[in-house]
């Protein structure tokens, strides 16, 4: 099947589910605008220099549609002042019947590659998320497409509602979260040329936002590393493997 029918008819299964839960309600629209000093996906250096990340979504009552993309700022890889990648998603998530603090989300990723001689492919996900210490949640992405491999991400969260305040009125809170990814053979042999199953990459992060003028204005702090030996010894995202790097965001919802 093409994955253009896929992404069709997977979308329209989403719609189906949905529907029987829509009521009146509004739509929320999410706009963000990051900016970070290198792009690390899932432990690949995609940028090892300075990117521009924007994100636009529109949301009602548990379903999503979203766009994302990523522009080179440098001439690092050879594509200053261009989008190298826009990620289309749908989402649609809620409470899982009967199983109380316990959340679901299924959807999909279509990943687009322009300026770049990289294939687009298609990701299928469904997650769960549990109303426990530190929030932990499990998310299986499985690629449909190029790789027809899955990914699987572990992660925790804590939030600190205010740490110190900038001025008399301007709270700063804290969030921190760790993630723990691991691949298949196939997903692995795809993105690292190596087809052996393997915990990939570990994230921290730390994050600390703040709201101006109806804004919400993110700093953060991000460490990334690869967890298998087999994986860091194929040098497909070069030769480090370790990345320490910060950011900074505005995000709006209106």
Known sequence: MKK????????????????????????????????????????????????????????????????WGNMELTKINDCRNEVTEYDYSLDYSGDVPGMEGVGYSVGVIYYNFPNTNVQDTLEAYCGFGFDL?????????????????????????????????????????????ASLGWGSG?????????????????????????EVAGWTVTPSVNYITLVSDDIRDTDAYGTSSDYFFGGIGASKSF
Do not use: C
């Open 4 to 67: 253009g029918k896929l992404l069709m008819a997977v979308m329209l299964m989403m719609m189906l589910v949905a529907e029987s839960s829509f009521a009146e309600g509004e739509v929320v629209f999410d706009f963000s605008a990051d900016h970070y000093g290198k792009y690390i996906w899932r432990g690949q250096n995609l940028n090892d220099d300075i990117v521009f990340q924007p994100g636009l979504s529109a949301s009602y009552n548990g379903l999503t549609v979203g766009i």
């Open 186 to 210: 196939s997903y692995n042999k795809y993105y690292w040329g190596t087809d052996q199953t393997k915990l990939n990459d570990l994230v921290l992060s730390a994050s600390f936002p703040f």
């Open 133 to 177: 210490p530190l929030s932990p949640s499990v998310t299986w992405y499985l690629d449909l497409d190029e790789a027809e491999g899955s990914y699987v991400s572990l992660g925790i969260e804590h939030s600190i509602e205010e740490i110190f305040r900038i001025g008399p009125d301007v709270p700063v809170a804290m969030e921190t979260g």
